[in-house]
């Protein structure tokens, strides 16, 4: 089978497509057919080395994949040949609290990810595709969207009603504008783009802060709460933006920590935390069981995830330039 690997330290460069042994299935495992990858930011961290892989190269990058049942192993019910799956972040955290032994299964970061034809995963992983998704925009779902539902939902407690503040036009703030807006929530956005900024607006974001002439997004979103603040921060920028979002958030408000595009350590003005009675939340993606939640949320909607661009799977290098280059709007797909 074709797989594109991690083989060394020259960034996307790094990249090779490989000839490997199509998997068997073991006990209770299910061989998938993958047809469509999508892109994380932790994808492009990992290839490009800013977070390191750990354990030996080479290693198959990304962790988000959905394709069709190919075969199954000895003792597998429930899946037949040729049902449309999609395949969580953590193939192990079904249920309940995250731990370290989910958390070290994670797809494409300690162990082999998606990026190739064929995968052997435990049957009790695997979610249905539901009729309505295509295979590409049910590989949108598993990093991005489940991390958008658990800081919203799961964490976040959202209210219909309440204020959102999402940060910027990638997989995890898009995903978090359609689920606020599907709840009820008024969502207040921020981006670098004036382009990007009048698409925020068409899908439904209420107001939309450009930031690259005016860096001052938590004075903004101040005033655009009254002063009060929002009710939820979708936290994905990290140490350069987690102060402003905390002058953001309204007293007892909701920041869900998600993301490192700044950094993965820096100087927290703690005292806005505690005086505000912030609930602070560190959000690593979510179970299994939050991705079938959401699922059903998303179909009784008819939610479609907005892809960027898809890309042949020759284009995989491409693919992570795109991204590298911040200029896409939602999620890119690597079609398999
Ligand atoms: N903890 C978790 O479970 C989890 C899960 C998923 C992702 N993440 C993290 O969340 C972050 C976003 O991931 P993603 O996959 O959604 O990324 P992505 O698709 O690459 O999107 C990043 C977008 O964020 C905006 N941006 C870039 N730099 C920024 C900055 N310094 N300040 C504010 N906005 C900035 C840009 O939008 P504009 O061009 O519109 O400004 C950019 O397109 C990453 O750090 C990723 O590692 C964490």
Redesign the pocket.
């Known amino acids: 089978m074709k797989a594109w690997q991690i083989t060394g330290t020259e960034g996307i460069a790094s990249l090779k497509m490989a000839d490997l042994p199509v998997p068997e299935p073991k006990t209770g495992e299910v061989r998938v057919r993958l047809r469509a990858c999508s892109l994380?930011?932790?994808d492009?961290?990992n290839v490009t080395g800013i977070r390191g892989i750990t354990g030996p190269l080479p290693r198959i990058p990304c962790s988000d994949g959905a394709g069709e049942v190919e075969a199954v192993g000895p003792g597998v019910t429930g899946w037949q040949p040729g049902q449309r799956v999609v395949i969580p972040f953590m193939p192990t955290w079904l249920q309940g609290g995250l731990t370290q032994a989910h958390a070290a299964g994670a797809l494409g970061g300690a162990v082999d990810g998606l990026l190739r034809e064929y995968a052997c995963l435990p049957a009790e992983s695997l979610l249905a595709v539901p009729d309505y998704l295509s295979l590409e925009e049910a590989a949108t779902l598993p990093?991005?969207a489940v991390?958008a539902w658990d800081a919203l939902h799961v964490r976040g407690q959202l209210q219909a009603g309440e204020t959102v503040l999402i940060?910027?036009?990638?997989?995890?703030?898009i995903f978090a504008l359609q689920l606020a807006k599907l709840a009820g929530a008024r969502v207040l956005a921020?981006?670098?783009?004036e382009e990007?900024a009048a698409r925020l607006r068409d899908m439904g974001a209420e107001a939309v802060h450009v930031?690259q002439n005016d860096p001052a997004w938590d004075e903004w979103a101040l005033a655009q709460t009254g002063g009060l603040g929002v009710d939820k921060v979708v936290e994905?920028?990290?140490p350069?933006?987690l102060n402003r979002s905390i002058r953001a958030t309204r007293f007892g408000g909701h920041i869900a920590l998600?993301?490192?595009?700044?950094g993965t350590a820096g100087e927290v003005q703690t005292v806005g935390i505690l005086r505000k009675g912030i609930r602070l939340d560190?959000?690593?993606?979510g179970s299994r069981a939050m991705f079938a939640e959401m699922l059903q949320a998303m179909q009784a909607a008819r939610l479609r995830p907005v892809i960027d661009r898809v890309y042949a799977f020759e284009e995989a290098p491409e693919a992570f330039c795109h991204?590298e280059s911040?200029?896409?709007?939602g999620?890119i797909v690597i079609r398999v």
Do not use: E, P, Q, W
């Open positions: 994380n930011f932790r492009y961290m990093c991005a991390t940060l910027g036009t990638g997989g995890v703030s921020t981006t670098r783009s990007k930031s994905i920028g990290g350069d933006t998600i993301g490192v595009l700044t560190g959000i690593y993606v991204l911040g200029r896409h709007f999620k």
